[in-house]
């Protein structure tokens, strides 16, 4: 079997004419693509609507939707990313669903995933993970079962749990006060 092979470079004409690009290897370097799909992409100082492939390497460029086992994303950004393996350096991503997640120097929305670990300097909006290893996690709300390392949250799992259980309390006497008060009428 020959592998197949795209390599496109500065190309202007791309995208009109070519709304999806398939073959075993994308090389995409300053080009604008809406879909990819391949065994292994590989962007630089690009950028693609949406990604389907088995080995995913984004640097310094963006794509909304990357779909892969192995994803790397390097000084660029993502709309949403689901992997199995998700490793990010110095980017930023909306939605991460994986199965491993490793950040250095990032941001993300939310993340979902088995086990995420964060090095120097990376934040999130929402964690939800069942292992979370961090030198220090900055996050606004966090949902772990194992926490491992220095974390600065607005709300963890217990307090979580806690604003939930009152918040659920509150409603209750507000509709059984609502209630008796329409009884007595």
């Known amino acids: 079997m ?4 795209v390599v496109i470079e500065e190309s202007v004409e791309l995208e009109s004419t070519a709304d999806e690009v398939s073959a075993e290897v ?3 370097n300053q080009t604008m ?3 990819v799909k391949a065994e292994t992409v590989r962007i630089s100082q690009g950028g693609v609507e949406k990604v389907i492939a088995t080995e995913v390497e ?3 460029g963006g794509a909304n939707r990357v779909e892969g086992q192995n994803v790397t994303l390097s000084q660029g950004g993502a709309g949403v990313v689901q992997a199995a ?5 110095e980017g930023g991503a ?6 491993t997640v490793e950040m250095t120097e990032s941001g993300a929305g939310v993340i979902y995933s088995q086990v995420v670990e964060m ?3 990376s934040q999130a909006g929402l964690v939800v993970a069942r292992q979370v290893r961090a030198e220090k996690l900055e996050t606004k709300l966090l949902l772990a079962g194992k926490v491992e390392g220095q974390v600065e949250t607005m709300m963890d799992t217990r307090q979580a749990l806690l604003s939930g259980l009152g918040a659920g309390i509150a409603v209750g006497a507000m509709l059984l ?5 329409q009884h007595r009428k």
Not at 94 to 99: F, Q
Request: charged share 25%; hydrophobic share 45%.
């Open 33 to 35: 693509v809406n879909t």
């Open 94 to 99: 909306g939605l991460v669903r994986a199965e």
């Open 177 to 181: 006060i609502g209630q008796l008060l």
């Open 119 to 121: 090095k120097a300097e």
């Open 2 to 5: 020959v592998e197949q092979e």
């Open 26 to 28: 994308v090389n995409l």
């Open 58 to 60: 984004l640097k310094q």
């Open 85 to 89: 393996n998700f490793t990010m350096k």
